[in-house]
């Protein structure tokens, strides 16, 4: 789908021609006025973009006089949406200005009729400059005059006397689609894509050509093996697809689109000016998808209501998602045909299974197959599908099989992994026995055995008492200490429980510290400096932990330096303090500090709430950016508030997007007044544009908007 192509405009060259008196010039196709010193001339020219799209600039322009005035709006290949507005105004201005030599630097945004837009004004060899480019959902029109210094007025009349105009309605075309069995109106004859790059899904686009706006239906065929218990549970899966987050659906209601329940959306594209409008459903093995991406204005408007109510079924569907596949799934995965099989297989590691399914897979299992000493084999995908049942049926199973899988160690991880799903004192014995048996392949990941987030609480100690003889294993040692570290966070495990591995524990210290040192590979480094943490250790173990503490990885660092006030050891005091500084690291460090009770090791100066509010907000952009770096927050505005019946600290902070070129407001809190917190629950950013004023009328906004 051509969703996320950039397209600049190109400046023209001048054209020289006389013309004396004013005009009001207005365009039906392009739905904008203004008044021009003398009558526009109109012309159309197309440009390639640097990916090869052929994109059609509309250009009115007038020069005379050392006067230039034009207006220029793009028309957009069909299918092309424009869905980030910061990213295409910020390179369009800059391209566009630089183009003229000028500085960009000065580039403001600003709103125009609703709309995101920027603008640029300048001083030039003999004259004045000014600009605007504005984004009216998916057309780009750029506003711009060059006039003498004298005609500094004439200038403001030109630039100010831009006003868009209604768009003219669309001419409505019926698409009638035997093979997909709908028909449905558009703006436009529509273009199908069906360049997925393998998917099973192919769109049809239609363009307004008044707007430039896209109206489009994705189609999805659904393999024969999908079943859904009910249509609820399809049309769940379908919105859930389309769904942004909680706070991004504006409107989610059910309706019935041709006698077929449907469900429609309508939701805010993060920071960009215009909305998604969603109607989802299906019929037979076909999905059907219809949206567009319109301004709030718009997007239930008469265009939009139409398109969307046009949508029709022909013809009949001969299969539907509702009836059990179960038993064509055995039959089809057990099949000598490898393209029967494989799509089969495809299918069955998703499937939702019963309980009732477990002999006949266990059934499937005992069977032999071309594959069987594959990887990736269809018994191995069987044995997923058995894990997800957890039945303990499964324990004296895999007992009695595992000693025919041995030729084939993937499969033996595959059966492991089935007891390691079923979480029961008796499968995870069985599951301690069999991993000192097993082959290990380094390729598999182990850690999922031991990981204290899959195994339940009560059976944590117990397997790693059970395993804790692996740890000479390489393959498992990482899981290993995963699960002794949680166990002595919690403190379930006394440290005396590892006094016969201490030796491993150090040597592997020791050896991945150097290979650390030498390319910054940490592996479980984190792990053992936690454990070290929790009895003295010898000199070289402590000269190694302050190496650690000025490493590369900055959560190792911290994670040192804390294993040192652990140990009643001293950092240096200078990395101490840089990892207090630095926004990247101050909050985890502060954090780290007080899960381990020593919270006034923090250096003082940064042990207020202000400094971890900035550390605190620029993890939240770092996890929302991935380069909180391009980013300068400053703390503009704290108060009290009743919360939950109780006094609470807030902060609205402003932050300065470098990509966008704006400052925008996000909110810190709720503290209590009696602590310092490295996190507040509400800590977030809408993304509104820091005016410089009413930051308490912000933030009382932003809180009643939550309780909605």
Not at 537 to 553: D, P
Request: hydrophobic share 35%; with cysteine; charged share 25%.
């Amino acid at each position: 789908m051509r969703f996320n192509l950039l397209v600049l405009f190109v400046l023209l060259s001048q054209y020289g021609w006389a013309q004396k008196s004013w005009k009001t010039f207005a365009s039906e196709k392009g739905a904008f006025s203004a008044d021009f010193p003398g009558e526009p001339q109109v012309t159309s020219v197309n440009r390639p973009t640097p990916e090869g799209i052929e994109v059609k600039i509309n250009i009115h322009m007038v020069t005379a006089e050392s006067v230039v005035a034009y207006v220029i709006y793009n028309e957009f290949p069909t299918g092309l949406n424009i869905l980030d507005d910061s990213l295409y105004l910020r390179e369009v201005a800059r391209e566009t200005i630089a183009k003229l030599n000028l500085d960009t630097s000065s580039i403001k945004p600003i709103t125009f009729d609703g709309f995101p837009g920027r603008t640029f004004s300048s001083k030039v060899k003999d004259g004045l400059t000014e600009m605007k480019i504005i984004l009216r959902t998916n057309r780009a029109y750029i506003v711009a005059g060059f006039f003498p210094n004298k005609r500094k007025a004439d200038l403001a009349k030109f630039m100010n006397s831009f006003k868009f105009l209604p768009y003219k309605k669309p001419a409505w075309y019926t698409h009638e689609s035997k093979d997909y069995s709908f028909k449905a109106d558009f703006p436009s004859e529509p273009v199908l894509d069906d360049s997925e790059d393998g998917s099973s899904m192919l769109v049809y686009y239609g363009n307004d050509v008044n707007s430039g706006n896209n109206y489009s239906l994705a189609i999805e065929e659904y393999s024969k093996y999908d079943y859904f218990e009910s249509d609820s549970a399809i049309l769940e899966q379908r919105a859930n697809a389309y769904r942004l987050g909680d706070d991004s659906v504006l409107l989610e209601r059910d309706v019935m689109i041709d006698g077929r329940p449907a469900k429609e959306l309508i939701m805010q594209q993060g920071k960009n000016h215009f909305q998604l409008r969603v109607l989802t459903f299906s019929r037979g093995l076909t999905g059907y998808t219809l949206f567009t991406f319109l301004p709030a204005g718009e997007i239930q408007g008469e265009t939009a209501n139409h398109f969307f109510q046009s949508f029709k079924f022909v013809g009949k569907p001969t299969v539907d998602l509702l009836t059990d596949k179960t038993d064509l799934l055995f039959k089809d995965i057990a099949s000598k045909d490898t393209a029967i099989w494989k799509k089969a297989a495809d299918a069955f590691g998703d499937y939702d299974f019963k309980d009732k399914d477990v002999d006949a897979i266990q059934g499937l299992i005992k069977q032999s197959y071309s594959d069987d000493r594959e990887e990736d084999s269809r018994k191995a995908i069987m044995f997923g599908a058995l894990g997800k049942l957890h039945s303990e049926k499964s324990i004296a199973f895999i007992e009695k099989i595992f000693p025919a899988l041995t030729f084939n160690p993937a499969l033996e991880y595959a059966a492991l992994h089935v007891l390691s799903e079923i979480d029961t004192r008796q499968s995870l014995t069985l599951l301690s026995k069999l991993l000192v048996k097993h082959k290990a392949l380094s390729e598999m990941n182990y850690n999922v055995f031991f990981s204290p987030y899959q195994l339940d609480s009560a059976n944590q100690k117990f397997f790693l008492l059970s395993t804790i003889k692996l740890l000479s294993r390489e393959e498992y040692k990482s899981g290993l200490y995963i699960l002794s570290e949680n166990l002595l966070d919690n403190k379930t495990l006394p440290i005396t429980e590892l006094a016969a591995y201490k030796k491993i524990i150090l040597q592997d210290f020791d050896k991945q510290s150097q290979v650390y040192f030498q390319d910054s590979t940490h592996q479980d480094l984190y792990y053992l400096c936690e454990i070290l943490g929790y009895e003295p250790q010898g000199a070289k173990e402590i000269a190694t932990l302050q190496k650690l503490t000025k490493g590369y990885n900055e959560y190792l660092s911290v994670t040192a330096v804390t294993t040192l006030f652990r140990l009643k050891q001293n950092p240096d005091e200078k990395q101490v303090e840089l990892l207090a500084k630095n926004l990247s690291s101050r909050t985890n460090f502060f954090s780290e500090l007080v899960d381990k009770s020593l919270e006034q090791k923090f250096p003082k100066q940064y042990a207020n709430q202000d400094s971890l509010v900035i550390g605190e907000f620029n993890d939240y952009l770092s996890g929302e950016y991935d380069d909180a770096a391009q980013f300068s927050i400053k703390i503009v505005h704290k108060t009290q508030r009743d919360y939950n019946g109780e006094k609470r600290k807030f902060y609205v902070v402003s932050f300065y997007d470098h990509y966008d070129e704006v400052n925008y407001l996000g909110i810190c809190g709720p503290y209590a007044s009696d602590k310092l917190y490295a996190w507040g629950d509400l800590t977030n950013s809408d993304f509104t544009i820091d005016t410089g004023k009413d930051y308490d009328t912000y933030l009382t906004n932003y809180l009643s908007g939550l309780e909605e």
